[in-house]
Each structure stands twice: as structure tokens, then as C-alpha cells.
């Protein structure tokens, strides 16, 4: 029943790594989001992508790259991982078109299970 | 700016009790309002959205837009509501659809 997988529950890196978190969706949701969760800050738009290579920069995007091949797949790259990139990390998607000039009501995210990254 | 506030971090309320979780909003033009909600060990997941009008698991929100408010109220608190609660606007921001979320309140429900 499961339909937004993050590939990776657990991570430790140090800092300067390079890490990958990957999302995969079987739902065949055009919109995907990367968002972090922070205690106190809430949720908070890393970047997302509302189609196949498109993407589109969220609230906090510094640090971050994302890369959207396959429609059911979105990672996400931290270059150089730094200990303030500690956190959770949620991925997220949605059937209703989202983006530049399309709007429509429903607007309703099915999260992941989150990754929590412990940079060191 | 469009903004999602959730001015209690920690909300503690007995069983039985009646609880309401504040969300106030500002955003220039009509918002979709939401509550999501992230029980123990489990996923964050939509519990309710204003235009469903509908009552989930006993809670209900209103949205008020004189007082620019989307409180998520139950009469009857129960243990298993223990949970954070994330109030959300969709809207129109910078020229793109986008969901704004706001700080979180923990909810716990005291037996």
C-alpha cells in the first residue's frame, strides 16, 4: 500500500559528502516536493518539480540540487553536506498540476516516511 | 507576505477535554486552508481542507476570513489524537502555486 518510498530511513554522512536521497511515487503524480522538517520551523519547501526535468526552486533551496528524470523519480543532492543540513526530510506528491499560470482546488500531498540525515 | 502561523508549539489538554489548535493566516486573494496531521512513528497526512466542509475523526475547522483564521477544533479530546498537527495554505505566492506550511503544534492528550 505503500506509495511514496524514500529510499533511505537512516543516514550519517560527514561533512563535505555528497548524499542522495531518492524518491520513488506509483501513484503517476505529475508534482513531486522535497521539503525539510525542523522542530519549531514546520515544513519547509526545499525545491519541486511539476514534471519530467522541470524544477523549481522552493523557500530554502541553497545547498540543495534536485534532479527529476523519470516521472515517478525525484532526488535529492546535497553537493557538500554541512552539519546545519542536519534534519528531516520529507518527500511528497500531488495529482493536481501545480505550477506557473495552472491551479486547480485539491491541492492534497501523500508524504514519504521521511529520511533523517545526521550530518557529522 | 504569505504566512502560516501556529502561535502554540506545544499544546496539553486532558481527555475529555475540548481542544482547539490555532492557525492563523495572511495572504492576499482566496486560500485553500488545510490541516495535516503526523501521528507516532507514522507518516504526515491530510486530515481535513476547508472546502470538504467535512469532519474528520471528530475535528472541524472553519475558515474565518475577517479574522483570517483556520482554528482546528474536537469537543472531546481523545488519547489516540495525540500528534503534531501542520496548518497549510495553498496559494498563489510569487507568481506559483505553492503550499505554505506553517510552524506545527504538538498536541498531547493527557489521560
Known amino acids: 500500500d505503500v506509495k511514496v518510498t524514500q529510499s533511505s530511513r537512516y543516514l550519517v554522512k560527514r561533512t563535505g559528502e555528497k548524499v542522495f536521497l531518492e524518491c520513488v511515487q506509483d501513484?503517476?503524480?505529475?508534482?513531486m516536493f522535497w521539503y525539510r522538517q525542523d522542530p519549531g520551523l514546520g515544513l519547509r519547501l526545499i525545491y519541486f518539480s511539476y514534471d519530467v526535468k522541470m524544477k523549481e526552486k522552493g523557500d530554502i533551496p541553497e545547498g540543495y540540487s534536485v534532479s527529476r528524470e523519470k516521472k515517478e523519480r525525484f532526488s535529492l543532492i546535497l553537493e557538500s553536506a554541512s552539519t546545519n543540513q542536519t534534519s528531516m526530510y520529507l518527500c511528497?506528491?500531488?495529482?493536481?498540476?501545480w505550477g506557473q499560470g495552472v491551479y486547480s482546488g485539491a491541492n492534497v500531498l501523500t508524504f514519504g516516511a521521511g529520511s533523517r540525515l545526521t550530518v557529522l | 507576505a504569505q504566512r502560516v502561523t501556529q502561535p502554540e508549539k506545544l499544546l496539553s489538554v486532558f481527555k475529555g477535554a475540548p481542544v482547539e489548535l490555532k492557525c492563523n493566516y495572511s495572504y492576499s486573494g482566496s486560500p485553500e486552508l488545510f490541516w495535516y496531521v503526523q501521528y507516532s512513528r507514522q507518516r504526515l497526512q491530510l486530515l481535513l481542507r476547508?472546502?470538504s466542509r467535512e469532519s474528520i475523526k471528530g475535528f472541524t475547522a472553519d475558515l474565518n476570513k475577517g479574522e483570517t483564521s483556520f482554528h482546528l477544533k474536537k469537543p472531546f479530546a481523545q488519547e489516540e489524537d495525540s500528534a503534531m498537527y501542520y496548518c497549510?495554505?495553498?496559494?498563489?505566492?510569487?507568481?506559483?502555486?505553492?503550499?505554505?506550511f506553517g510552524q506545527g503544534t504538538r498536541l498531547t492528550i493527557n489521560p
Open positions: 476547508h472546502i
Open positions: 501513484m503517476d503524480h505529475e508534482n
Open positions: 511528497a506528491s500531488s495529482l493536481i498540476r
Open positions: 497549510a495554505l495553498s496559494g498563489r505566492i510569487q507568481g506559483a502555486q505553492k503550499l505554505v
